[in-house]
């Protein structure tokens, strides 16, 4: 098996974002060359048609639907944070930092267990604040929705463009 397919085959089987040295570890290739061939996939991917690509978030490589293919994806993919939750996560992502008392205002008293509930599948964090807490994404949030953003503008131009379209 070549480098390329091999590399290709950890960033399907694994299923989230990988660095180079899980892909590494994963194929049996030196790191350096696990991130040779991650590089050449994400290129590849941009030259071939098709709902699929390969796109690199910090550090870490997602093989994942182009934006243009989620639609015909949606309804077979299995969608592990409940639907319920989304609206809450999307709140939060798009003001943090946002406090607590803030999302209740906004929501209701449901938020209490969607923020618990957020937490515990590590895609918000919980830091106290004075009598409330302060609530931001994780980067498990970004890297589970494919958001490559360094800042929290980024991720809200991101977000707002994701709604529009």
Excluded: C, W
Excluded at 119 to 124: A, D, H, P, T
């Amino acid at each position: 098996m070549n480098e390329l397919m091999a590399v290709e085959a950890a960033l399907f089987s694994g299923g989230k974002a990988l660095d180079a040295t899980e892909v590494a570890e994963a194929t049996g290739l030196s790191r350096n060359k696990a991130l040779g061939a991650l590089d050449s996939l994400v290129e590849l991917y941009k030259t071939r048609e098709g709902a699929l690509e390969i796109v690199k978030l910090g550090h870490k490589y997602a093989l994942q639907l182009k934006t243009e293919a989620v639609e015909y994806g949606r309804r077979l993919a299995p969608q592990e944070i409940p639907s319920y939750l989304l609206r809450t996560l999307a709140l939060i992502a798009h003001e943090q930092p946002m406090l607590q008392k803030e999302l209740k205002r906004k929501l209701g008293d449901k938020v209490y267990e969607h923020v618990g509930e957020l937490v515990e599948l590590g895609m918000i964090q919980r830091d106290r604040k004075g009598r409330s807490f302060e609530l931001n994404v994780t980067p498990a949030f970004m890297e589970y929705f494919g958001i490559n953003a360094d800042n929290q503008n980024e991720l809200k131009s991101y977000l707002e463009q994701a709604l529009t379209s």
